[in-house]
């Protein structure tokens, strides 16, 4: 008895001297992949979850991140070192304000890093995402933070709680900021 196998285009094997044979193979094949689209629904949700993180986090840090920092050392920063007592009170806002950009610039550095990448993902595209990296942005970020809310912004509230002027003078800096700017007519 000779058996004749070929390769059909729609990759089942075609046995010529037993066809029937042939429906039952491409069932394998199917249901081979029928099985695998029936996972597909549970791994529509977290995909769809990841594309929406990763859009989010592009379009909050992109800009929120670089302009927060940029309030900080513009307007936070400055009107703290000015209020600051000479000797060890400004000797030590000073440490702290050169470690809090020296972070800021390192923290800009990883989300550069991995902003191409999680642009793909917002767009469902495939990526190389550094875990490592992103580990890293996170793991340091909420450093940074705590040391902002922990030390630098109580200090802050001490030195420039001392006189009304300097902390009104922060909040009118933060407000022009803030407000949308109109060109004016000529």
Known sequence: MSQNVLISSKGCEVDTDAPLTNFSHCHIGILHQIDRLSSLPALLG???????IAAQSVEYFHHGMH?????????????????????????????????????????????????????????????????????????????????????????AEKILGRNSNHMAALGLSLHMRHVPRFLSHI
């Open 46 to 52: 977290p995909a769809m979850l990841a594309q929406r």
């Open 67 to 155: 302009a927060h920092h940029q309030e900080e050392e513009k307007d936070l920063f400055p009107a703290v070192q000015l209020s600051a007592q000479t000797g060890e009170e400004r000797l030590w806002v000073d440490q702290l304000v050169q470690n809090l950009v020296a972070d800021h610039r390192i923290l800009e550095k990883l989300w550069a890093d991995l902003e191409p990448a999680l642009k793909k993902v917002a767009k469902g595209q495939e990526a190389q995402l550094d875990l490592v990296k992103l580990a890293h942005l996170v793991r340091r970020y909420g450093e940074h933070a705590e040391t902002e809310e922990r030390v630098f912004l109580p200090l």
